[in-house]
């Protein structure tokens, strides 16, 4: 089944347009929603298992839903200092930095690339401060 792209607004008004790939893992199904950047999939990314049985389209609905609830928070800001964390609490996913040749990771926070010195200047706000670093699988919702 070929599922047609959408477009999404998040909590500022922007529109995002996600792509879909289904996947059939055996005793799973994997559907994936991306943002595309020169045909590569980047920015915003999701994924939702289900088991093979059920419907796909109720699986997808599942997906959008939390697609929605991500697309309905942001989680930091670019003001007169640069980037900033808005309210102590940054999601994001984790890839592969080009400039560096994944000797450091990039940071996908509000669907947008955030490298890791810039992460790491956003986080000294909070110099003295304690934190708990959780890693989660990319079907999870965070």
């Not at 070929?2 to 529109?15: M, N, Q, S, W, Y």
């Not at 994936?32 to 915003?44: I, N, Q, T």
């Not at 939390?66 to 102590?88: C, E, P, W, Y």
């Not at 690339?113 to 919702?141: A, C, H, N, Y």
Request: with cysteine; charged share 25%; hydrophobic share 40%.
């Amino acid at each position: 089944m070929r599922l047609e792209p959408i477009a999404l607004g998040d909590c500022e008004g922007a529109v995002h347009h996600f792509h879909f790939r289904v996947r059939f893992l055996g005793d799973l199904v994997s559907v994936e929603a991306f943002e595309l950047d020169d045909g590569v999939p980047a920015g915003y990314q999701f994924q939702q298992l289900g088991d093979p049985r059920d419907e796909l389209l109720a699986i997808v609905g599942r997906l959008i839903q939390k697609m929605r609830r991500t697309l309905a928070v942001k989680h930091i800001t670019n003001g007169s200092f640069g980037l900033s964390i808005i309210d102590q609490c940054v999601r994001g996913h984790i890839e592969w930095d080009d400039q560096t040749a994944g000797q450091q990771p990039m940071a996908i926070i509000d669907g947008r690339p955030v490298r890791w010195e810039e992460l790491g200047k956003m986080l000294m706000t909070f110099e003295g401060w304690q934190f708990k670093l959780e890693i989660f699988d990319r079907s999870d919702e965070l």
